[in-house]
């Protein structure tokens, strides 16, 4: 013994408990001394309501450097209140009894005032022939800490150290509890940042995490300390705003959030700024169950990201409905694919300077039993949203391939096929080789089919793409660019795609005749694939206005209503098979009839025009809205248009200032009542009206008018210049 684990005078009172621990043992010996001493539990005995021994351990555990620290001390000073009723049932028993009572956890005090968590076990003991207590107590602070470190790492996010998604939807189910007990209302917040992946991808994973804790701070500080913020994985993060919440508090927060999200982040040792799109689920108005909250939260923050990202949504059940629909249609796809209930019609694709029909698009139907005749526009995103659009892409593929098949047995007059091709259908790298199996199973020479890609879908990992469409080129088929100008292309790298066509998006098209940047986008896009050796194809024409300034401009080939919808496979063969022809009447030149056009919504204007203009020999064009006089002048070769101040589609003023743009040789003049208006003069000046005239009118000054901006043109036309204002 060296004096120091034993309290002196208690030295011959722990012979006689060890004796009465062991009743086998006749003597106290050496050895059971050691065993006390160096036991890991903490042992110590009162009497009298004081500290009479203490072992080793249990100077350790009270912080008691000096034995006499302990000795004599007051016992109940080391038992915190709260664990003394616990203490108090082993009072009582007996250390022999074979029936002893299980260790419980308690908590004692230290000598400095803080508290040890231990298991506890105590019995009646006689000490130094006094009827004592003897304390036997096992420190569990290390393993409470690693089962409370275990208990962490399970609930909570090892990056950002918030809650999971686990804990989360625990407190939120509790939160629920106590906000139905005080009809409270709480709020779920589902935030996610846009475009997230695309700071991994370009600077890292790790400016990524620290992106991921930044945002995990930032929205901590955004609520009350009693809210909770998770992070469910990836980019997502949830709030839960706890009761009392006052009406407008989510929306409030909302828009916390994304100001503070809005702060710029330095990652990379650059400034970014993130947004993050927020859905918002309300209990008790949309649900009572934690789960379902979450799901709606994350429903509408989908919604949120639809309506443009960076804002937020409340939930509606309207949401749900729709989700429920898109998911019967997702459903119903399947059957679909498993049903064969799938169609390919064929829209012709005609070369403007023969006129024939050189190419056919397969454009996919659903022929669903349930639901009719179903356009892609109404499958097509959903399909593209689960995988399903790579088994349907390979079926329409397929199916393409059959039809060419079949056309070359019954002896068609075949043109190639072109297939749309989905984004996630092209991120399947080895789409070369189901191209060349497909091809090969049904003996197909690849000259005939073509891929429509999109400009984005080359985009997302362009150098991927670029050889993935050089070895598509290496099967010998050939590939446009769909939707061209719809997109964010990046023109370098148009240059490597090893495409033959750029075909003109449809929204272009019908601007071609009315819209100035529409044309001019149509321009250039005509002279790029020109300029790198490609043809250019126009998707959408639907008048013969936009099919002659196709033709003006030089585009190669037209795809649309014009010429023709898309058709059954039956209704296509019979096209081929009669080699119908597209025809365009030559537009009438200006200076051998003097055209004039007139565009009026007053019919007594317009009679009036009418009358002077065929007296005087003019060929007169006559418009009712601004569409038609578009059409019209797409048509033909105009030099003077005149028009009243009211126009069916459009003001007077604005038409003027398009047709300036696309039909600069044009005297344009104006009959209005109003010659105060600022926005009459500013028209005079921009060059948009060379003349005006004033009501009332007569024949005279009608004829007049006519004659002098006649004259301007043709002065401007021999001249080669655009007439002055
Ligand atoms: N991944 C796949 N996408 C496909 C497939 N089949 C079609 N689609 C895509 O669905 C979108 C809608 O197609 P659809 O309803 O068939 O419409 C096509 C034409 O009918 C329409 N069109 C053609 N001419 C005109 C016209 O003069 N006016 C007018 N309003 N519409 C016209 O344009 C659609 C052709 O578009 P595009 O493919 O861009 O040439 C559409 O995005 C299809 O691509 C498929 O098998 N796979």
Request: aromatic share 6%; charged share 20%; net charge negative.
């Amino acid at each position: 013994m060296n004096g120091v684990a034993l309290i002196d005078p208690a030295l011959a009172g722990a012979r006689h408990l060890l004796r009465q621990l062991n009743p086998a043992a006749a003597e106290f010996n050496d050895g059971y001394r050691m065993l006390v001493e160096l036991v890991p539990e903490a042992i110590w005995i009162n009497c009298g309501g004081q500290i009479v021994y203490a072992n080793p351990a249990a100077l350790r555990m009270f912080g008691a450097c000096d034995p006499a620290l302990l000795s004599g001390s007051e016992a109940l000073a080391r038992v915190p209140l709260e664990s003394r009723h616990q203490m108090a049932q082993f009072v009582s028993v007996d250390a022999g009894c074979t029936q002893q009572p299980p260790r419980c956890p308690l908590q004692l005090r230290r000598l400095d005032g803080t508290l040890v968590d231990v298991e506890y076990f105590g019995c009646a003991v006689r000490f130094n022939d006094c009827e004592s207590v003897m304390n036997v107590a096992h420190d569990v602070t290390e393993r409470r800490e690693h089962e409370q470190a275990i208990e962490h790492q399970a609930t909570h996010d090892l990056l950002t150290g918030l809650p999971n998604r686990a804990l989360f939807l625990d407190r939120l189910a509790l939160a629920i509890r106590r906000a139905e007990r005080h009809h409270g209302r709480l709020a779920v917040m589902f935030v996610d940042l846009d475009k997230f992946k695309h700071v991994n991808d370009t600077l890292g994973h790790a400016a990524g995490d620290q992106l991921l804790c930044t945002v995990g701070a930032r929205l901590a500080q955004c609520v009350r300390d009693a809210d909770t913020v998770a992070r469910l994985g990836g980019d997502e993060f949830v709030l839960l705003l706890d009761h009392p919440l006052g009406e407008s508090t989510p929306a409030m927060v909302a828009e916390r959030v994304a100001r503070r999200l809005g702060e710029p982040v330095t990652l990379g040792g650059h400034e970014h700024v993130v947004t993050g799109s927020v859905g918002i689920s309300i209990y008790p108005d949309d649900g009572g169950q934690a789960e379902e909250l979450l799901r709606q939260a994350d429903i509408a923050m989908y919604r949120a990201k639809e309506g443009g990202r960076n804002g937020f949504q409340f939930f509606t059940h309207d949401m749900q409905s729709r989700l429920d629909a898109r998911m019967m249609l997702e459903q119903g796809l399947h059957r679909a694919l498993q049903r064969d209930e799938f169609v390919l019609h064929y829209q012709p694709q005609v070369d403007l300077r023969s006129g024939r029909v050189v190419g056919v698009e397969a454009l996919l139907r659903w022929q669903s039993p349930e639901l009719g005749l179903v356009q892609p526009f109404q499958f097509i995103p959903v399909a593209e949203e689960s995988s399903l659009i790579t088994q349907i892409g390979q079926w329409v593929l397929d199916r393409a391939c059959a039809t060419l098949r079949a056309w070359l047995d019954a002896g068609v007059p075949v043109v190639p096929i072109a297939v749309n091709v989905a984004a996630s259908q092209f991120a399947d790298m080895a789409m070369d080789q189901v191209v060349r199996a497909t091809l090969a199973r049904h003996g197909v020479e690849p000259r005939l089919l073509e891929l429509e890609l999109t400009e984005s879908l080359s985009m997302e990992d362009p150098e991927a793409s670029v050889a993935l469409m050089h070895r598509l080129k290496a099967t010998g088929i050939s590939m446009s660019i769909d939707d061209f100008g719809t997109g964010y292309s990046n023109l370098a790298y148009l240059k490597r795609f090893p495409v033959d066509k750029l075909k003109i998006d449809q929204s272009f098209t019908r601007g071609l005749t009315c819209e100035p940047g529409d044309r001019a986008i149509v321009t250039a896009v005509i002279r790029m694939a020109h300029s790198l050796g490609l043809r250019a194809i126009a998707e959408g024409v639907e008048t013969e206005g936009q099919l002659r300034v196709l033709a003006e401009q030089g585009c190669d080939e037209v795809q649309g209503f014009y010429f023709s919808r898309a058709l059954s496979g039956s209704a296509m063969v019979a096209m081929l098979a009669g080699q119908a022809k597209i025809g365009l009447a030559p537009a009438a030149v200006a200076c051998e009839r003097r055209t004039v056009l007139l565009a009026a919504a007053d019919p007594l204007l317009r009679e009036d025009l009418l009358r002077v203009a065929g007296r005087a020999g003019y060929h007169v064009l006559l418009a009712h809205s601004v569409d038609d006089a578009y059409e019209l002048l797409a048509g033909n070769a105009v030099g003077v248009v005149l028009a009243g101040q009211e126009l069916a589609g459009d003001s007077a003023i604005g038409f003027f200032g398009r047709i300036k743009h696309m039909h600069p040789r044009t005297v344009r003049v104006l009959v209005t009542d109003d010659t105060s208006a600022t926005n009459l003069a500013d028209a005079i000046n921009r060059g948009s009206i060379h003349q005006f005239a004033t009501r009332p009118w007569c024949d005279a000054m009608l004829d007049g008018l006519l004659a002098t901006s006649y004259s301007y043109y043709e002065r401007s036309c021999n001249e080669g210049t655009e007439v002055s204002g």
